[in-house]
């Protein structure tokens, strides 16, 4: 039986910190090489992957191809620069979806 992973991606500063908690980290310099590692660790085995909203704000066509998709779930977490907002709204749009009314 296969094992699941976990990675984090987005910025350098973002990303090392969660090295110590045992997540695979892969930071990327840009959106377009975060584009493709996305796309990259999604063939993978990895269940979840933790990325950037900053680099998601500039990948957003690759983010909902998967949104659907039961593997990997893709978690948005702020970046060194502080949150944007987009990963707070994502949950309440899928708690909106999954009980039909915005209770947050």
Known sequence: ???????VL???DSVLGFKALGLDVFPAETV????QTLHQLAKENYAVIYL?????AGMTAE???YK????PAIILIPGKDGSLGIGMANVKSA???AVGADIL
């Open 95 to 97: 708690v909106e979806r």
């Open 1 to 7: 039986m296969s094992k699941y992973r976990i990675a």
């Open 68 to 71: 659907d998709e039961l593997t």
């Open 32 to 35: 377009e090489e975060a584009k």
């Open 52 to 56: 950037t909203e900053q680099y998601a």
């Open 10 to 12: 987005g910025d350098k």
């Open 63 to 65: 983010v909902a191809r």
